[in-house]
């Protein structure tokens, strides 16, 4: 079946460092897929998304892209601040089951001022 | 906008008893609410989907008869964990869809419920 994985945490970072959280992805077909946030004591929010191979999502600083190839969307920002302290989830959506979300376990970002 | 959230934050309950965990679009219509949960240290992962007005679709493996869902109106689903067992335990999640004709697929998430059955 389909999944994804990410790199386990924590990242921990001081500001203004170069940040990259992995995500590699096994699917059928060609899946929607998405990074969400989840700030403490809030719920998941969506952070960024792809539709299809060699798109770039972005939002707030943050960057990834649909690679077909290598069944990733790796997570990248290239100045991380104290407030991007968070859990950062990878996710996917199927081709053929566009409701149902599989998310990875999860990465904590810690950054330091 | 599209806030989602979920009664109570953390809840502690005895084995055998049940307890129900709501979930509210504050401020859009929902006709599409998911359930999910989440293990310490795993992703995570799809209990059911509920449409306002129809039964719940439950993932496999999880058990209808023990996670109950109702989602009665557009802005309000609930999950009834009857006769709760300490493996029950668990972070719940919700999540709610609008699903308008503009056709965002969005899901907004609630920050979830702490269940502990002792």
């Known amino acids: 079946g389909d999944s994804v994985t990410q790199m386990e945490g924590p990242v921990t970072l001081s500001e203004e460092a170069f940040l990259t959280i992995n995500c590699t992805y096994t699917a059928t077909g060609y899946p929607s897929l998405f990074w969400y946030v989840q700030y403490p004591g809030e719920g998941l929010q969506l952070l960024l998304k792809a539709t299809k191979a060699d798109d770039k999502g972005s939002n707030k600083g943050f960057e990834a892209t649909y690679r077909k190839e290598t069944t990733s969307f790796h997570l990248e920002k290239g100045s991380v601040q104290v407030s991007d302290s968070a859990v950062y989830f990878c996710?996917?959506?199927?081709?053929?089951?566009?409701?149902?979300?599989?998310f990875g376990t999860g990465t904590r970002l810690q950054v330091f001022p | 906008g599209a806030v989602v959230s979920q009664h109570p934050s953390w809840v502690i309950c005895k084995s055998g008893t049940s307890v129900k965990i709501e979930c509210r679009s504050l401020?859009?219509?929902?006709?599409?609410m998911f359930w999910y949960r989440q293990f310490p240290k795993q992703s995570l992962m799809l209990m059911a989907t509920s449409n306002e007005g129809s039964k719940a679709t439950y993932e496999q493996g999880v058990e209808k008869d023990k996670f109950l869902i109702n989602h009665a109106s557009l802005t309000l689903s609930t999950l009834t964990v009857t006769s709760a067992h300490p493996e029950d335990s668990s972070f719940y999640i919700c999540?709610?869809?609008?699903?308008?004709?503009?056709?965002?697929?969005?899901?907004?998430f609630g920050p979830g419920t702490r269940l502990t059955v002792t």
């Open positions: 996710a996917l959506s199927g081709a053929y089951n566009t409701d149902k979300l599989i």
């Open positions: 999540s709610a869809r609008t699903g308008t004709p503009s056709g965002s697929n969005e899901q907004y």
């Open positions: 401020d859009f219509q929902a006709t599409t």
